[in-house]
């Protein structure tokens, strides 16, 4: 049974920086290429950024404007999303999800708010 938890979410002011984690289970992880997405209030899921089998390639969507990094750790089964410059705009409930792209398994979320 796949099994993701998220964590590391909170409030921030705008250009704080956060680090998110997914801790993973149930399945094989470093076989998985990997991703996060994010939901904003009312809105549908949006990707944010993938990452392959053993970490050497990430991808990231055209807003994340080189703020994030995305990692993994196989040995762990841990997948980070390091998060700088936060702007209102990345408010949301973000999710680490199996697979590359929105699709896959998805954990129960970490709230990021970013506010004044």
């Known amino acids: 049974q796949v099994q993701l938890v998220e964590s590391g979410g909170g409030l921030v002011q705008p250009g704080g920086s956060l680090a998110l984690s997914c801790a993973a289970s149930?399945?094989?992880?470093?076989?998985?290429?990997m991703s996060w997405v994010r939901q904003k209030p009312g809105k549908r899921l949006e990707w944010v950024s993938s990452?392959?089998?053993?970490?050497?390639?990430?991808k990231y969507a055209n807003f994340v404007q080189d703020r994030f990094t995305m990692s993994r750790d196989n040995s762990n089964n841990m997948l980070y999303l390091q998060m700088k410059d936060l702007d209102t705009e990345d408010t949301a409930m973000y999710y680490c999800?199996?697979?590359w792209g929105i699709g896959g398994n998805l954990g129960r979320g970490t709230q990021v708010t970013v506010s004044l």
């Open positions: 999800a199996e697979g």
């Open positions: 149930g399945f094989d992880f470093r076989s998985n290429a």
């Open positions: 990452i392959t089998l053993d970490g050497s390639y990430v």
